[in-house]
């Protein structure tokens, strides 16, 4: 029997003992066994049913860019990773090691936006609400909180892969499900991302009835844009197009993410001379890892360049490790979701109809 049968056979049972846990753990929520806040305000959950890479935090930060126009936004996540415990508001200056990567990314890109971390999302909710009232967000939006029950959200988004829907995955250790794909009925939207420009209309009707959802629930397609390579220390290296990547440039592609599959198909398209080195999702990069990675760097040209993704600058940017003899040679690859089939429109105004429909309805109630 091949070892990936054998490691399949006896994940089996621990597949079963593990959904059964959290089938009884749903169930305690469902009957009010376990309690479940809600709050005056829109509380926005964006997250998902598998362990990562489905395209959250891009998610995120699309909302941050239609909100914060008109709102105060506030983002809780749990900061994954971080070196912290407990509450903690992200500062201007924040690093990956006190909030986690992707708090320190969108504390970085939009300073205006309030973002905090917080392992429990009803002490964090309990943080902001006390915030002085000029400051106090107006819109929360809590990043890859679908699993973490103690808070109610207003609207919950459930983001999927495309290449790896939730609907053909399975449990964990099995497969890639934090929970059964029954799970899906809280949601109130599905966004199947990371879906190529070109799919058709066909594909999608496919793909909305095999998730068998119900006649409430929204469905929106949507694909990743990729945008200009900015160095991980913009003072030492200028913005640049991933078109002007020649064929003979050669490229370090280094990933610390959970599926770095499309941005290597993505920097493909330009040098045919890419070398990839993948680590775990969220990885640290140690001391062992630079001196490996120095090694490959350097039986390249001396015009090589080494890229990341953005999550990945941010725990880069801060690590000792990393020479600066390096730094006007290392850029990372911004990505932006883009909605399929002109849906955009009807996305923003569906947000914006949910918050000032809960605005409404909090001033009658005054």
């Known amino acids: 029997m091949a070892k990936s049968n054998r490691l399949h056979y006896i994940g089996l049972p621990v597949a079963l003992v593990y959904g059964i846990a959290v089938w009884i753990r749903n169930l305690f929520f469902h009957i009010n066994l376990l309690p479940s806040q809600q709050y005056a305000i829109p509380v926005i959950c964006i997250g998902n049913l598998s ?100 808070v109610q959200p207003s609207l919950s988004i459930l983001v999927t892969d495309y290449n790896r ?40 009707r496919i793909v909305e ?21 900015e160095g991980i220390w913009p003072e030492k290296c200028c913005p640049r197009a991933l078109s002007s990547l020649r064929k003979d440039d050669e490229v370090l592609l280094l990933t610390g993410i959970a599926n770095p599959a499309p941005l290597i198909e993505e920097v493909k398209k330009y040098s045919q001379k890419v070398r990839v080195m993948s680590f775990g999702d969220h990885h640290d990069f140690k001391k062992n890892d630079v001196k490996k990675i120095s090694a490959s760097f350097a039986k390249m040209n001396t015009e090589a360049l080494i890229v990341c993704t953005e999550k990945d600058a941010m725990r880069i940017r801060n690590n000792p490790y990393f020479p600066p003899e390096w730094h006007s040679r290392m850029y990372y690859v911004p990505i932006m979701v883009s909605f399929l089939f002109d849906k955009g429109n009807l996305f923003d105004e569906s947000i914006l109809k949910h918050i000032s429909t809960m605005e409404n309805s909090r001033i009658l109630r005054q």
């Open 165 to 204: 829907l939730f609907y053909k995955d399975k449990l964990f250790p099995v497969g890639m499900l934090r929970e059964p794909a029954g799970s899906v009925r809280r949601a109130d939207w599905v966004v199947v991302s990371k879906c190529d420009p070109a799919l058709k209309p066909i594909d999608c």
């Open 51 to 150: 362990m990562g890479g489905a395209g959250k935090t891009p998610m995120v930060e699309y909302l941050i860019r239609l909100l914060s126009k008109k709102y105060r936004v506030a983002v809780l996540s749990r900061g994954y990773k971080r070196r912290t415990s407990g509450y903690v508001l992200a500062g201007d200056h924040c690093t990956g090691q006190e909030v986690g990567d992707e708090a320190c990314q969108i504390k970085h890109k939009y300073p205006s936006v309030i973002v905090a971390v917080d392992k429990s999302r009803r002490r964090g909710m309990k943080h902001l609400l006390a915030m002085p009232e000029s400051e106090r967000p107006q819109v929360v939006l809590l990043d890859d909180a679908f699993q973490h029950r103690y």
């Open 209 to 229: 009835d095999d998730m068998h959802l119900q006649s409430h629930q929204q469905v929106f397609f949507s694909g990743i844009s990729y945008l200009r390579m």
